[in-house]
């Protein structure tokens, strides 16, 4: 099946500086790429929806210029978190989608990044 | 706007029990619905969609549209279907996909 290797699966950081996390498709071309936060009660919110090619589209409430993502290429995407704070600490996944031929619809996950920011 | 609603958090059945993790969802389209799944220590995996129509590992779902929902059921639970499952809606093409707040299933042996 389709596989989505997220990187890193953990980093901490101090306090004001930016991680960058990577989430690529090894063997099919992702449409579309979705980022999500995974709060501790294991709910999903979705933070944006990323088509190659073009500008992310955030959800409310999700600050653009904190959490900047790039979908450069049809399997990769990039979520860089700027300035961060403890309160950005959480477990951010990433999902990817292929809209062509044969299509099914479904979202293939990355493993999941673990960030602490102290 | 769609929105996904999962009103239980925990579900415990014991095992051999029937199980039904309930999901109402909220779109003006025709949406595509999904069931994924979490197991402890994996990634998020699909479970089943609803254009398919099929039981994957028991678990069967019907889309009904009158009552907007699409809850999950198999007929006799087995421990090794605890886990956390997401109902999840995405209104086709390049839509965007949202999740419920997922339901954790515990099998009790």
């Known amino acids: 099946g389709a596989v989505v290797s997220q990187h890193p699966s953990r980093v901490i950081c101090k306090s004001g500086t930016s991680v960058k996390i990577e989430c690529r498709s090894l063997d099919f071309q992702a449409t579309t790429m979705f980022w999500y936060r995974q709060f501790p009660k294991k709910s999903l919110m979705l933070m944006a929806t990323s088509n190659e090619g073009s500008k992310a589209t955030y959800e409310q409430g999700v600050e653009k210029d904190k959490f900047l993502i790039n979908h450069a290429s049809l399997t990769l995407s990039t979520l860089t978190v700027t300035s961060a704070h403890p309160e950005d600490s959480s477990f951010y996944i990433c999902?990817?989608?292929?809209?062509?031929?044969?299509?099914?619809?479904?979202?293939?996950f990355g493993e999941g990044s673990r960030l602490t920011v102290l | 706007a769609q929105r996904v609603t999962q009103p239980e958090k925990l579900l415990s059945v014991f095992k051999g029990a029937p199980v039904e993790l309930k999901c109402n969802y909220s779109y003006s389209g025709s949406p595509e619905l999904f069931w994924y799944v979490q197991y402890s220590r994996q990634r998020l995996q699909l479970l089943l969609r609803h254009i398919s129509r099929e039981s994957i590992k028991g678990f069967t779902a019907d889309l009904n549209k009158g009552e907007t929902s699409f809850h999950l059921k198999k007929p006799f639970a087995q421990e090794e279907d605890s886990a956390m499952y997401y109902c999840?809606?995405?209104?086709?093409?390049?839509?965007?996909?949202?999740f419920g707040t997922g339901t954790k299933l515990q099998v009790i042996p």
């Open positions: 999902s990817a989608r292929y809209r062509g031929p044969e299509a099914t619809g479904e979202l293939f």
């Open positions: 999840a809606l995405s209104g086709g093409g390049y839509q965007k996909v949202t």
